[in-house]
T-cell receptor, first 113, second 115 residues
Framework: AQSVSQHNHHVILSEAASLELGCNYS??????LFWYVQYPGQHLQLLLK??????LVKGIKGFEAEFIKSKFSFNLRKPSVQWSDTAEYFC???????????FGKGTTLSVSS | KAGVTQTPRYLIKTRGQQVTLSCSPI?????VSWYQQTPGQGLQFLFEYFSETQRNKGNFPGRFSGRQFSNSRSEMNVSTLELGDSALYLC??????????????FGPGTRLLVL
């Protein structure tokens, strides 16, 4: 079955620390990949997406993600987190032929100032 | 441009009742998808509508149904509510059918509590 694994359930960092959230998907074909963020009290927002081309994609607020096809991974990174990055982060993919987004269980990021 | 709107935002029902949730997509978007979010199962796909036709359906019982109107607004209905239906129901819209190269934009959700 198609699935997404997010390795960390809860990550706690201090401001200015670097962030990397792991994401692995299980599907052998071509995929579209997404990271969504849900800030406290707000709705899901698109952080970045990968459809094709350069496997290193940049999103909003200084986030980036790298697609490594051989590892079925799409890890999210940010060099220096801020307190305002405290949120829940969801990795998702969609097969090229599919319409449904398959989401991971999410990673809660807590940043202390 | 206004985002995806969902009504009502909060709802309390009792077991056995039915409920209807509404979603208005971003202006110009013709595809609407519904997801259920629970602490245990996370975000799970319910169904997708495009041009008033259901294109895809997730692994949910027949108690969950939906429809789309000619103005692209969508409703989902849950009949014979069960305690386990308590969840945040999210609606997402996209310009074209939610397939390759399309990005889905999510609404704030309707939080349903079944007592």
């Amino acid at each position: 079955a198609q699935s997404v694994s997010q390795h960390n359930h809860h990550v706690i960092l201090s401001e200015a620390a670097s962030l990397e959230l792991g994401c692995n998907y299980s599907y052998g074909g071509t995929v579209n990949l997404f990271w969504y963020v849900q800030y406290p009290g707000q709705h899901l927002q698109l952080l970045l997406k990968y459809f094709s081309g350069d496997p290193l994609v940049k999103g909003i607020k200084g986030f980036e993600a790298e697609f490594i096809k051989s590892k079925f991974s799409f890890n999210l990174r940010k060099p220096s987190v801020q307190w305002s990055d405290t949120a829940e982060y969801f990795c998702a993919f969609r097969s090229q032929a599919g319409t449904a987004l398959i989401f991971g269980k999410g990673t809660t990021l807590s940043v202390s100032s | 441009k206004a985002g995806v709107t969902q009504t009502p935002r909060y709802l309390i029902k009792t077991r056995g009742q039915q409920v209807t949730l509404s979603c208005s997509p971003i202006s110009g978007h013709r595809s609407v998808s519904w997801y259920q979010q629970t602490p245990g199962q996370g975000l799970q796909f319910l169904f997708e509508y495009f041009s008033e036709t259901q294109r895809n359906k997730g692994n949910f019982p027949g108690r969950f149904s939906g429809r789309q109107f000619s103005n692209s607004r969508s409703e989902m209905n849950v009949s014979t509510l069960e305690l386990g239906d308590s969840a945040l129901y999210l609606c997402a819209s996209s310009l074209a059918p939610a397939g390759s190269q399309e990005t889905q934009y999510f609404g704030p959700g309707t939080r349903l509590l079944v007592l």
